[in-house]
């Protein structure tokens, strides 16, 4: 059986506190982009300035979750209560970046105010596949759960 032990370390806790990836554990997915899109006034016309859209990719999350369950490592939770950790999907127009983190740090960092910088420091692991010249949803999660599956298994990620 495969164990990888990755120590966190917050601003919080001096001590930092292990968290172990171990086959059957349950992984929460989500999948989003975030753009930028212009203010607009009461009549529509663009009023200056920008603010943060967020726009769940759920083609995104089928296709990790297709990878996931083939790989067999993980089992995949339907809500995140039932997950031991999530694995937070970040799209651009040709890459992608995932985040295995706790589920609390999911809920601080992502579902209360959107902080990416807190994501990635509070995460137990951090992937990133691409750009690609032909980005397509299947080849990026493919190479994104594929690195994923090589760190695992070599033992490379410690994350402090």
Request: hydrophobic letters at 40%.
């Amino acid at each position: 059986m495969l164990v990888l032990s990755v120590v966190r370390q917050t601003d919080a806790q001096a001590n930092p506190s292990p968290f172990v990836f171990r086959a059957g554990q349950s992984i929460y997915i989500v999948a989003f982009r975030r753009m930028l899109v212009p203010n607009a006034d009461a009549s529509g016309e663009a009023s200056g300035g920008f603010h943060d859209y967020f726009d769940y990719d759920l083609d995104a999350e089928r296709k990790i979750r297709s990878e996931i369950e083939e790989w067999r490592f993980f089992r995949v939770a339907d809500k995140p209560s039932e997950a031991d950790f999530v694995f937070l999907i970040n799209l651009n127009a040709s890459s992608i970046e995932g985040l295995a983190i706790s589920r609390e740090d999911y809920t601080r960092h992502f579902k209360d105010k959107f902080d990416l910088d807190s994501l990635r420091d509070a995460a137990y692991g951090r992937y990133l596949a691409g750009p690609l010249k032909l980005p397509t949803i299947s080849r990026l999660s493919d190479r994104l759960v594929k690195q994923f599956r090589e760190r695992l298994t070599r033992g490379g990620t410690s994350v402090r």
